[in-house]
């Protein structure tokens, strides 16, 4: 489980160099729940492979599921079949929320979507709530870091300025006392790093595991440089 030490940095990563003394984590095992974002849809790995060179003692649990939605998610741990590897767990990432919005968009269009964006997202932070909940009635002691959604679209496109209004608004349904929010925003701004107009590619999955560590970090937390 988690381990402190008080005063240690990550020596991999100089962005995270502060003269603050931080709460220093070793992290055993790590629960990555999800959609295919979390899954790594369409890569070796996603996330995992980056979370893997920082924590290289760690074991990493990816239980994302392509296509799943917040009422997916939620059906899916109501059953308890994923408590064993949530019990053990020191940091869980999650990230869920797109295919919600996704399925609006597919159901009623661009204005279906704004009718029925006020009923998605009160569902949307329900099922957020009892997600957290069931997820810290598995393991009271698990870091819980939640991506926020990126807008992948490209400003050319006729919706950009739709879509990321529609963003910022979703993204405040997210996160509450004790959840740590990973703001993933930067990746929209950078066009290389996209395998298909939602997915990240190696390099979007580098990002944003750049972007975790370097919220752990402002959140008070050091990581420590673990030796292969």
């Known amino acids: 489980m988690i381990k402190f030490r008080s005063g240690a940095l990550f020596e991999r990563a100089p962005f995270l160099a502060s003269k603050k003394t931080k709460t220093t984590l070793t992290i055993e095992n790590i629960v990555i729940l999800g959609d295919s974002v979390a899954y790594g849809y369409g890569t070796k790995g996603g996330i995992a492979n980056y979370l893997k060179e920082t924590f290289p003692s760690s074991r990493i649990t990816n239980l994302g599921i392509n296509g799943l939605t917040s009422s997916g998610l939620v059906q899916k741990m109501r059953t308890g079949s994923w408590n ?3 019990v053990k767990a020191d940091l869980v990432l999650l990230n869920i929320g797109g295919n ?3 399925r609006g968009f597919r159901d009623g269009g661009a204005t279906g979507l704004i009718r029925q964006f006020a009923i998605l997202k009160r569902t949307y932070r329900q099922n957020l709530l009892e997600i957290y909940s069931l997820l810290r009635s598995a393991n009271a002691d698990v ?4 991506n926020n959604l990126y ?8 919706y950009f300025g739709f879509t990321n209004l529609l963003f910022r608004l979703w993204n405040t349904a997210i996160g509450e006392k004790g959840v740590i929010v990973s703001k993933t925003n930067a990746m929209g701004k950078n066009p290389s790093i996209w395998l298909d107009s939602i997915h990240p590619n190696d390099e979007g999955y580098k990002l944003m595991h750049e972007l975790l560590i370097n919220t752990l970090s402002t959140t008070g937390f050091a990581i420590h440089a673990e030796k292969k």
């Open 84 to 86: 064993q590897p949530l």
């Open 143 to 146: 870091i819980i870091v939640q």
């Open 100 to 102: 919600d919005l996704l």
């Open 151 to 158: 807008n992948s679209m490209k400003k050319e496109e006729q």
